[in-house]
């Protein structure tokens, strides 16, 4: 009663930011969202009947405060009657610092969960189901670029194109390692209760998706990358607007967006996305790829840099 799985995160270039069911965690608007392939998250599971309590390792270490997030999870795919759980999570890349770690995670261990208990789950059951534990984690379910639809009662992802049928590459520019003081779930709330931009938002994301997916089919990366920052800022000004203001930014957040700027004025073909967190991300053409990571590595306040290129879905992996 074991399986491992690996899922990549996602990085949302039509954002989801707050939830019209918490409960359900069902998003109030739909997303757009590329998978990358470099990052990953790895999780095992097994079940045994002789364990007294279910147990969390992630890179090694026992993770109480995630645990009853994981449980939760477990008890939806398999059962709350199912045998108590050993789970091991391995992460190549900071974990709750706005890089979509939950969103792999709760990817790769829907899958690993369904298949140690034996069922067999098509792959939209298993998104909604990693869905209720993330809001983004259904995505990392599919490959390339990927639609999450805000269906009346539930959610519906696709893939809207390959990886390989739009190869870009992603630098991200790592501006703090630390985990962030406040939670996605948590800011989320925060802003629709109190952000006087945020019924705007939801009203003017029906636009910026329709726009996102022309450009995608068209690879018309001038577009995608005016909208893509364009809701990016969006979804921070709402944030900067709740009280109290939620504000994930750092002086080398804003430094990245210069050396951005400077980029695209000597037509470098890039653009910025940043989530929840502090994070710089720089969508770029293939070939500018080595220009975007030098200016970010050399911009003053990054600690680190990783490229990738974009990746498949969530998948099993042989546990033996």
């Given amino acids: 009663m074991q399986g491992t799985a690996i899922a990549q995160p996602n990085i949302a270039l039509i954002k989801y930011w707050g939830k019209r ?17 470099e990052l990953f998250t790895r999780m095992h599971v097994e079940f045994d009947h002789s364990l007294p309590a279910d147990a969390l390792q992630v890179n090694g270490a026992a993770d109480d405060k995630m ?54 789950l098509d792959v939209d059951t298993l998104a909604t189901l ?8 259904a995505r990392s379910l599919f490959g390339g670029f990927v639609e999450l639809q805000n269906l009346e009662d539930d959610i519906r992802c696709r893939t809207i194109a390959r990886a390989d049928d ?11 390692k630390g985990p962030k003081a406040v939670g996605s779930t948590e800011a989320m709330e925060i802003s629709r209760q109190t952000s006087p931009f945020y019924s705007s938002w939801v009203e003017q994301q029906a636009h910026d998706l329709e726009t996102a997916r022309t450009a995608i089919a068209a690879r018309d990366f001038e577009q995608l990358a005016a909208i893509a920052e364009h809701n990016c800022l969006k979804m ?13 930014w750092n002086a080398a957040t804003m430094r990245c967006l210069q050396t951005v700027r400077q980029l695209q004025g000597q037509g ?8 929840a967190g502090p994070q710089v991300k720089a969508v770029c053409l293939p070939e500018h790829v080595d220009d975007v ?3 970010l590595r050399a911009t ?18 042989d546990s033996s």
């Fill in 236 to 248: 921070h000004s709402i944030m900067w607007a709740a009280r109290p203001p939620m504000v994930y």
């Fill in 166 to 176: 739009w190869p870009l590459s992603v630098v991200v520019a790592i501006t703090e």
């Fill in 268 to 275: 470098i073909g890039v653009f910025f996305t940043i989530d």
């Fill in 293 to 295: 990571e030098a200016a």
């Fill in 21 to 37: 069911d918490v409960a359900r965690n069902l998003p109030a608007v739909g997303s757009i969202s590329i998978t990358l392939r």
């Fill in 67 to 120: 645990l009853p997030r994981i449980v939760d999870c477990l008890d939806r795919v398999v059962g709350a009657d199912r045998p108590c759980a050993r789970i091991a999570s391995t992460c190549n890349f900071p974990i709750a610092a706005g890089l979509a770690s939950s969103a792999s995670a709760f990817a790769a261990v829907t899958v690993a969960a369904a298949r140690a208990a034996g069922r067999v």
């Fill in 130 to 137: 990693a869905g209720r534990a993330s809001g983004s984690a």
């Fill in 300 to 317: 003053a306040g990054v600690t680190g840099i990783m490229t990738t290129g974009l990746g498949g879905g969530a998948r099993l992996e």
